[in-house]
């Protein structure tokens, strides 16, 4: 029997480029380039990695996001995956967490599978809550923050390190997962990866598919609301001093004067 | 006065400090409610009606440790149940946010993770957050239900502000989902003596140009002469210098500390991302150009080999 893996992507705006906020307090994706969140890419290739072990499985890659989303299907499938699912719709624009997961718990269930991966969290919003939503959205085992993972016999297993401790856990299928950047480093694309993911198949979804109404999602969907979001005060600039010997000394001095010795 | 749930984080009933930070500010929200799961509620009681609680609610069953995230989401969903609170609030903590998590969805309410202050507003909590590598301060509520807010540490200052701390059973019925993610074994991380790194005042960190896993004594060497936690930057945890526990940074830990200090790191924005919000910030680096500079309150362009030493003895003097 086919071990279906669906991994959830992100598209989001590249941290190195000048992010800000639109008007309506909602990522503005205009003026800043896009990609695959660098923290999928490690669910992309655990997802690759189990599929390699089992005797038959299939990697959907599925994202929820606008038309340039594409481009990080287009990365996964390039590294390896079988196909690929975008929900796309302009209702969608400004949907919170909650709402997020909901689309996506439809279009996983629309897809079928037996394992959804994820990364640890996204790196614009960053906030790591939508392997647990979805998971409490599907009715099933979460498996998350995994360092290592393995499938066998219907079974997941996998070490989470935690503050305090490190653990190794274990559910039975169907489960979400999640790893974290210390999972193992993601492949990169090949020449022939790259051809031949501009043949594998995507697929479109738009709310009526999932058959979600535009007022469960979107910024009027929204289970939150952002008031307001200011730039940070650049600092003021500090004191640079250069060590000619007494750098460490006199930064004993400044520390002193802030009473922080 | 409505009520408000506060989710405490403890060790055998010992309280961990960003719990009591948090009692601080669900104070300026209602009166706090604790709820404690596993051993130790009797002790954990004391302080935290020492710190404002006026109800303890507790539970202890052997699935909150032997079983991922669910029981706790459970037991809390059961809480809300008992308390029908204004919000429900956790430390946040990697798990804190996924047990957060599954209960909005449960109680049909938003989520806010992160905060680093917390209101009373008109139209309910108002929390403040930052976004985008800490480059922006936003200020969000919740829409739908009981706010579920995860708050960082350091966010506010423990305040003694004693009140009854009744304790009460919370009774707990397991879903059937409780027992989906079983834990096999857990291993304790060693303790090193120092802060933990959220939570520390001070967090002293090494980067790249610390060059060796041994070289991270010099590091050690300030952290214990100022009392402070280590951290590390992804360059020296990737390269094996340092354990990925005491990462800073987007992938690793945020921290907020009083004072930060970064010895060989250059500031790349995904580090940027984890300590920005550091009250009071320190570099030291060879590289006059290395955009941790732009951070800076104070910055030595140097070598580290010598600056940091120098200022590990200078701060032993002082303080003997």
């Not at chain 2, 992938?251 to 930060?260: E, F, H, N």
Request: glycine share 10%.
């Amino acid at each position: 029997m086919s071990l279906r893996i669906v991994v959830c992507v992100k598209y989001v705006p590249d941290a190195t480029g000048d992010r800000h906020f639109a008007d309506d307090l909602t990522l503005d994706r205009e003026d800043v380039d896009g990609l695959l969140s660098e923290l999928d890419e490690y669910a992309v290739e655990q997802a690759l990695q189990i599929a390699d072990e089992a005797d038959d499985a299939e990697v959907t890659v599925l994202t929820v996001g606008p038309e340039d989303a594409k481009d990080a299907l287009r990365k996964a499938l390039s590294m390896g995956a079988d196909k690929a699912v975008h929900v796309e719709d302009d209702d969608l624009h400004g949907t919170d967490a909650v709402g997020t997961s909901l689309v996506l718990a439809r279009a996983v269930e629309k897809t079928g599978y037996d394992l959804v991966i994820s990364g640890m969290a996204s790196t614009d919003g960053a906030m790591g809550v939508v392997p647990a939503l979805l998971a409490e959205r599907l009715g099933v085992a979460q498996v998350t923050l995994l360092s290592e993972v393995a499938v066998e016999g219907g079974v997941v297993t996998g070490r989470r390190d935690g503050d305090t401790a490190s653990e190794r856990v274990e559910a039975s299928l169907p489960a979400v997962v999640s790893v974290t950047d210390q999972s193992g480093e993601a492949r990169y694309p090949s020449f022939k990866g790259i051809m031949a993911a501009k043949k594998k198949p995507v697929v479109s979804l738009d709310l009526g598919d999932l058959g979600l109404d535009a007022g469960e999602v979107g910024l009027g969907g929204a289970w939150t609301v952002v008031d307001s979001a200011v730039q940070r005060p650049a600092r003021t600039a500090g004191t640079i001093v250069k060590d000619e010997g007494e750098g460490g000394k006199r930064l004993a001095e400044f520390l002193a004067g802030q009473k922080f010795i | 006065m409505a009520e408000v749930l506060v989710f405490v984080d403890h060790v055998d009933g010992a309280v961990r400090k960003p719990t009591l930070e948090l009692l601080t500010l669900a104070r300026r929200i209602g009166d706090p409610v604790a709820v404690v799961l596993g051993g130790g509620a009797g002790v954990a009681a004391g302080v935290l009606a020492e710190h404002g609680a006026v109800r303890v609610l507790a539970a202890d069953a052997p699935e909150f440790a032997e079983f991922l995230v669910v029981p706790k989401v459970d037991a809390l969903q059961a809480a809300v149940e008992v308390v029908s609170p204004v919000a429900v609030l956790l430390p946040s903590s990697a798990e804190n946010k996924e047990i957060a998590a599954r209960l909005a969805v449960r109680i049909g309410s938003g989520i806010i993770t992160d905060a680093t202050d917390l209101e009373a507003g008109e139209e309910g909590v108002v929390a403040t957050q930052s976004a985008f590598a800490a480059s922006f301060t936003t200020k969000s509520r919740v829409s739908r239900g009981a706010a579920v807010v995860t708050v960082k540490p350091n966010s506010a200052p423990v305040e003694a502000a004693p009140a009854a701390g009744v304790v009460e059973e919370l009774v707990v019925v397991f879903s059937a989902l409780a027992r989906g993610t079983k834990v096999l074994s857990r291993t304790p991380r060693e303790s090193t003596g120092r802060p933990e790194l959220t939570e520390a005042a001070i967090v002293v960190s090494g980067g790249r140009g610390v060059n060796g896993a041994d070289n991270f004594r010099v590091i050690e060497a300030l952290a214990d002469s100022l009392g402070a936690a280590v951290g590390a930057s992804r360059a020296a945890v990737d390269a094996g210098w340092y354990p990925h526990t005491n990462q800073v940074g987007q992938t690793g830990k945020s921290v907020s500390p009083q004072l930060y200090i970064a010895s060989g790191i250059s500031g790349a924005i995904q580090h940027r991302a984890g300590m920005q919000t550091s009250k009071t910030i320190v570099a030291i680096n060879k590289d006059a150009e290395a955009p941790i500079f732009d951070l800076v309150d104070y910055g030595v362009v140097g070598d580290l080999f010598n600056v940091v030493p120098q200022l590990t003895d200078e701060v032993t003097a002082r303080k003997n």
